[in-house]
């Protein structure tokens, strides 16, 4: 089965930096977030989604139509830019109902029309209040309302949560799943946030110099990053150098087997804090040092302990795991074998 929207092998540039080739494909209703540090080409692919910029290569379609050499206003794509670009003039009403002036709608059906969109972005009390007057997150749920009554077939969110604050990015990305549930509608969604896909994604794509690196569900691209940089990005903290060898792995200061994989070359390994073990100095061990540093983030304590012939590391252990420990006392650390996740790319 064709998938529902696609690029393939899109390629653009803006002088030195190029973008691409991408290649996405989403079936109907899927909501992507594309995560990228500022200037990797995420505004820029949206913008040639859009059709507000023209690639040099490559196709998009949607539905099985070919869209790519369509201007903007025939593509049927709702595009929310970073700022909102609302009209301070018009009212919140006037600004979410803008759109449909143009469709072949009664003025009843445009109110009611208007009306919904305004309830489900819980923008109602505000329906006679001026653009010009709202607040960050209300200008962004404004805009994001005015994009999906027209009910296009795919909408475009550039950073849809900056520049709000924690309550309010809690709030919209809650609002924003909600009506992604109740109508269907395929997104895309680029933030430089990783924080955001755990709130609204059920897919993730990772993005760097202009090309999508990795994309999988989040749970995927957090625990079994394919690429160093996406292990950094996605907050990855303790990655060593590493040596395979078929089933073993060599780090600077032991030899581990690799769980069901067999491997050959220089690389790294990903072991994420959550998955490390504070053990006795009875039991056996794979890590041992002193703590260096220890910080309360409120679900757990984050120790930071090193070792002087081997490694610095980082551990995530619960409250009632650290009660006895303090910074200068010695530490000794376990974990599975599955839970070394090995990384061959750059």
């Known amino acids: 089965m064709n998938p529902y929207f696609s690029v393939n092998n899109l390629e653009t540039s803006y002088g030195n930096f190029k973008l691409g080739p991408v290649s996405l494909e989403l079936d109907y209703g899927e909501y992507l977030v594309i995560l990228g540090p500022t200037g990797c080409g995420k505004t820029s692919l949206l913008r040639n989604i859009a059709g507000i910029s023209r690639s040099d290569k490559g196709y998009i379609s949607i539905n099985g139509d070919m869209i790519s050499s369509l201007p903007p206003d025939k593509r049927n794509i709702g595009y929310v830019t970073q700022t909102g670009g609302l009209f301070p003039h018009l009212t919140v009403r006037q600004n979410v109902g803008f759109g449909l002036k143009y469709r072949r709608l009664s003025y009843a059906e445009q109110r009611a029309k208007t009306d919904r969109f305004m309830q489900l972005f819980e923008l109602s009390p505000l329906a006679n209040q001026s ?20 009910e296009p077939k795919l909408i475009l969110l550039d950073e849809p949560l900056g520049m709000l604050d924690h309550n309010g990015r809690k709030k919209t990305a809650k609002i924003l799943k909600m009506i992604h549930e109740e109508l269907k509608t395929t997104v895309i969604h680029v933030t430089h946030d990783r924080h955001e896909t755990w709130d609204i994604a059920l897919k993730c794509a990772v993005m760097n110099n202009g090309m999508i690196l990795q994309t999988g569900t989040a749970q995927d691209l957090f625990r079994k990053p394919e690429t160093r940089f996406t292990a950094e990005f996605l907050g990855g903290t303790n990655i060593f150098d590493a040596v395979f060898e078929k089933n073993t792995v060599r780090l600077p200061w032991i030899e581990l087997k690799l769980h069901g994989q067999s491997l050959t070359g220089k690389g790294w390994v990903l072991i994420r804090p959550e998955k490390i073990n504070i053990v006795s100095s009875n039991y056996t061990h794979k890590f041992s040092g002193k703590i260096t540093a220890m910080r309360d983030s409120g679900e757990f304590i984050e120790i930071q302990a090193e070792s002087e012939k081997y490694a610095c ?27 070394v996740h090995p990384i061959l790319k750059e």
């Open 131 to 150: 653009a010009a007057t709202l607040s960050g997150g209300e200008t962004k749920r404004v805009a994001m309302a005015r994009s999906l009554v027209t």
């Open 313 to 339: 590391i980082a551990v995530h252990a619960s409250i009632e795991n650290t009660r006895a420990l303090k910074t200068g006392d010695a530490i000794y650390l376990d974990w599975n074998e599955d839970s």
